[in-house]
């Protein structure tokens, strides 16, 4: 199953009795918005009980096509990764 945007924004505003479904999309756009930002600026995004969104720098490296066989330049990359939290794992793990 995949999880959506809309599906977020339903979640919110179920959750949420007090908000509009424009208040709860406006809150989970927020939410990305900040997250974004902070991961675009090489700042960690850390959520307690959830996990740790870091930005990682790659080096440039030799790769190879898999179809051609033929090798080429990999260049330097900049990724976001992500370890999950105890709790999260924990939880992963139980069911």
């Known amino acids: 199953m995949t999880l959506t945007k809309a599906d977020l ?7 949420h009795g007090s908000l509009t479904k424009a208040q709860a ?3 989970v756009e927020a939410f ?3 997250s974004k930002t902070s991961l ?3 700042t960690d995004l ?3 009980g959830f996990g740790k969104f870091n930005v990682k720098d790659k080096k440039s490296r030799r ?9 080429l ?3 330097a990359r900049r990724v976001v990764t992500f370890k999950p939290s105890g709790i999260l794992r924990d939880k992963i793990n139980e069911a």
């Open 9 to 15: 924004v339903q979640q919110v505003y179920k959750s």
């Open 25 to 27: 999309t406006d809150s």
């Open 32 to 34: 990305l918005r900040i």
């Open 40 to 42: 675009i600026n090489g």
């Open 46 to 48: 850390l959520l307690s």
């Open 63 to 71: 790769g190879r096509n898999p179809q051609t066989g033929d090798e």
């Open 73 to 75: 330049t990999l260049d």
